[in-house]
């Protein structure tokens, strides 16, 4: 799966999450359309503004510090296209995130667009919709 497109990307995007780096994820972040994501309770938030998204972030990582939690994400299906400029990759994968006292796994399948920039590739845009487990 490594050499199908964006496939290093999206993992370093998982990887950054995983780690609560908001500002390594920042720099693989350009969203021109806001995101569609998935909180921690599995519902769906729908971000419109780069501001936003931020805040969301940074709130999100800072409560998953805040309780010591542990993330791992496990990808399960890999689509990626490029074209010229502009792609896309398709996945499913597993967030998990381990708290003291639960575990919590959340089934997604993700659309993200990615735009070529001066910095290299960028994800331009994140739809993430619960799978079914």
């Not at 908001?22 to 938030?45: E, F, K």
């Amino acid at each position: 799966m490594p050499d199908l497109p964006f496939r290093a990307e999206t993992q370093a995007l998982l990887d950054a999450v995983n780690a609560l780096d908001l500002d390594a994820l920042r720099a693989m972040v350009d969203d021109d359309y806001g995101i569609v994501d998935i909180d921690p309770h599995g519902r769906t938030v729908v971000i419109d503004t780069r501001a936003q998204w931020d805040t969301y972030m940074a709130e999100n990582f800072a409560a998953m510090r805040a309780a010591d939690a542990v993330l791992s994400s496990r990808v399960i299906d890999y689509h990626g296209v490029q074209v010229d400029s502009l792609g896309y990759s398709v996945l499913r994968f597993v967030q998990r995130v381990e708290l003291a006292d639960a575990v919590i796994e959340n089934p997604c399948v993700v659309t993200i667009v990615w735009k070529h920039t001066d910095e290299g590739w960028k994800e331009a845009r994140w739809h993430c919709s619960p799978a079914p487990a």
